[in-house]
């Protein structure tokens, strides 16, 4: 039981209250309810601004290339009876092909060969190139600035 109430027994709760008067006693019943309404309060605004900078800065790039050596070396040499017709060899990093020509004796003859040997050059190119960095500032202001300023315009200070 709690200290502060007075106890009731079963037959007091069956019988209606009355007042001195003999009027019966209303004792009002009151309940509270909780009304929570939103509303949108500017506490601040945050201004951006970005900045780009620049700076101008050499860079090496290696680049390749290959160059191709063409070389005729006279040969002059019959291919033997019942030898296979002389092909395309290769002697290290160079391609060797034979040019051949029918003679009147129906011989093959190796007039010459072409040697082409191909080559792979590095150099580097020195350019330059601009680079671009971004920063951003951000100013902030209380909500007592932002609510002295003009709707849309900066605070005022």
Known sequence: MEPNRPSITPSETLRPATAATGQPLVIPVIEEQAVINREVVESGRVRLAKTVHEREEMLEIPL???????????????????????????????TIIPVLREVVVTRLLVVEEIRVTKRTQTTTLTQPITLRHEE?????????????AAPGGPPTQ
């Not at 290339?65 to 002697?91: C, K, M, S, W």
């Not at 500032?137 to 609510?147: C, F, H, I, K």
């Open 64 to 94: 390749q290339h290959e160059e191709v050596l063409v070389e005729r070396v006279p040969v002059n040499q019959f291919v033997a009876d019942g030898a296979a017709t002389p092909g395309l060899r290769y002697d290290g990093d160079t």
């Open 136 to 148: 951003i500032r951000v100013d902030r202001s209380s909500g007592t600035e932002a609510t002295s």
